[in-house]
């Protein structure tokens, strides 16, 4: 099965920030990734789809790269409502999966 | 577009359960449907799909609930449903509904999970 890890696995930054997410699969995906926000409580929010399209109604500063194994989730410049869960996941084809989460805190 | 999913409960190791998840507001059918689960403390975890009736109503599944778990759909009533058997304490954890328009023209596409469920919690425990 495919793996996905992300890196950090927690960051702390300041409002105004630019904070750039890793996640890497264990084997080529090409752009079959997601990008999700989680806020304690609330059910995830889908940001990005097919490693770098912006999902409707997500601020800009939101943006995603990459393909095959190695992806990134960038924040332009930190909101406070911006400080979350994120996590990717790996869809289209087979048993889909997520990585493990990157826990983003206010400094 | 709204899922609202229903069925949650406290529940006895091997013991078996059904959620439900009800779609409004879109054209059911046209998508596939997955269930994720978050256990508490933890992330989240994708626990199966099945496909719209276009693609074949094809399921896949985690490999942690192969075996235990099915996941079905009635396109005429807009609902998913997920039956979980012979439940472990593990399998404790809300449990979302989400939609994906699933197209198998576009290649190099994957268009994600963009509308969940509120969760149904899940206890699994003596």
């Known amino acids: 099965d495919i793996q996905m890890t992300q890196a950090p696995s927690s960051v702390s930054a300041s409002v105004g920030d630019r904070v750039t997410i890793s996640c890497r699969a264990s084997q080529p995906i090409y752009t079959w990734l997601a990008w999700y926000q989680v806020k304690p409580g609330r059910a995830p929010k889908l940001l990005i789809y097919s490693a770098s399209s912006l999902q409707s109604g997500v601020p800009s500063r939101f943006s995603g790269s990459g393909s095959e194994t190695d992806f990134t989730l960038t924040i332009s410049s930190l909101q406070p409502e911006d400080f979350a869960t994120y996590y990717c996941q790996r869809g289209k084809y087979s048993s889909y999966s997520f990585g493990q989460g990157t826990r983003l805190e206010i400094k | 577009e709204l899922l609202v999913e229903s069925g949650g409960d406290l529940v006895q190791p091997g013991r078996s359960l059904r959620l439900s998840c009800a779609a409004s507001?879109?054209?059911?059918?046209?998508?596939?449907m997955s269930w994720v689960r978050q256990a508490p403390g933890r992330g989240l975890e994708w626990v199966g799909l099945?496909?719209?009736?276009?693609?074949?109503?094809?399921?896949k599944y985690a490999a942690s609930v192969e075996g235990r778990f099915s996941i079905s759909r009635d396109d005429s009533r807009s609902l998913a449903y997920l039956q979980m058997n012979s439940l472990k304490t593990e399998d404790t954890a809300v449990y979302y509904c989400?939609?994906?328009?699933?197209?198998?023209?576009?290649?190099?596409?994957?268009?994600?999970?963009?509308?969940w469920g509120q969760g149904t919690t899940v206890t699994v425990s003596s």
């Open positions: 989400a939609r994906e328009y699933y197209s198998g023209d576009c290649h190099s596409c994957y268009y994600g999970l963009d509308v």
């Open positions: 507001g879109f054209n059911f059918g046209d998508y596939a």
């Open positions: 099945i496909r719209s009736k276009a693609y074949g109503g094809t399921t």
